[in-house]
C-alpha cells in the first residue's frame, strides 16, 4: 500500500510538474506572441510615420511651390501697378503744368480790365501772378516726377505743419466735390 501511496505521489508530482511545464510553456508562448504583436505593431507605427512624413514632405513641397507663384503673381501686379502709378503721375503732371499755364494766361488776359476797373497797381499784381503762374507751369514741365517727389519730401520735412494743412483742405475738397450728390 505504500507503493501504490508512492505511485499515486509519483504520478500527481508527474502531473504537478507537467502541469507547470504546460503552464510555463503557454506563458512562453503567450510571451513570444505578445512580443511578436508588439514588434509588429511598432513596425506598423514606424511604416505610419514614414507614410505620414512622406505626405507632409509632399504638402511642403506643394505649398512652397505655389507660394513662390503668389510671390511671382504679387511682383507681376507690383511692376503693373508701378508702371500705371508712373503713367498716372506722368498725366498728372502734363494737367497741372496746363492748369497753371491756363490760369496765369487768363489772369493775364484779364490784367487790362482789372487796370480800368482797380486801377494799375492791381493790374501789376496781376501780371505779376500770372508770370510766376507761367514760370511755375515751365518749372514744372521742366522736372521730371522723381524730382516732383524729392521736391514735396523736402517740403513737407521743411514745414510738416503746412503740409498736413494743405492736405486737410485738399481731403476736404475732394470729399466736397466727390461725396457733395449724397445728401
Known amino acids: 500500500m505504500a507503493e501504490a501511496t508512492k505511485n499515486t505521489k ?14 510555463a510553456d503557454n506563458r512562453t508562448e503567450a510571451k ?20 505620414a512624413g512622406d505626405r507632409a514632405a509632399g504638402q511642403l513641397a506643394q505649398a512652397r511651390d505655389r507660394s ?9 501686379y507690383g511692376e503693373q501697378a508701378k508702371d500705371k502709378a508712373g503713367e498716372l503721375a506722368v498725366e498728372g503732371k502734363a494737367k497741372a503744368s496746363d492748369a497753371l499755364s491756363s490760369l496765369g494766361k ?3 488776359d484779364n490784367a487790362e480790365a482789372i487796370d480800368e476797373k482797380f486801377g494799375t497797381q492791381y493790374g ?29 519730401r523736402e517740403a513737407v520735412r521743411k514745414s510738416p505743419g503746412l503740409a498736413v494743412g ?15 450728390g449724397r445728401n
Open 124 to 152: 501789376d499784381y496781376a501780371r505779376k501772378a500770372s508770370r510766376s503762374l507761367q514760370e511755375a507751369s515751365t518749372k514744372l514741365d521742366n522736372k521730371s516726377i522723381e524730382e516732383i517727389g524729392e521736391d514735396a
Open 68 to 76: 513662390e507663384d503668389w510671390v511671382a503673381e504679387a511682383k507681376v
Open 32 to 51: 513570444t506572441r505578445f512580443n511578436t504583436a508588439l514588434e509588429e505593431a511598432k513596425a506598423g507605427a514606424a511604416a505610419l510615420k514614414a507614410e
Open 166 to 180: 494743405i492736405a486737410a483742405v485738399a481731403g476736404f475738397m475732394l470729399a466736397r466735390m466727390f461725396g457733395g
Open 10 to 23: 509519483k504520478k500527481s508530482a508527474k502531473k504537478t510538474t507537467t502541469k507547470k511545464t504546460a503552464a
Open 106 to 108: 487768363m489772369v493775364s
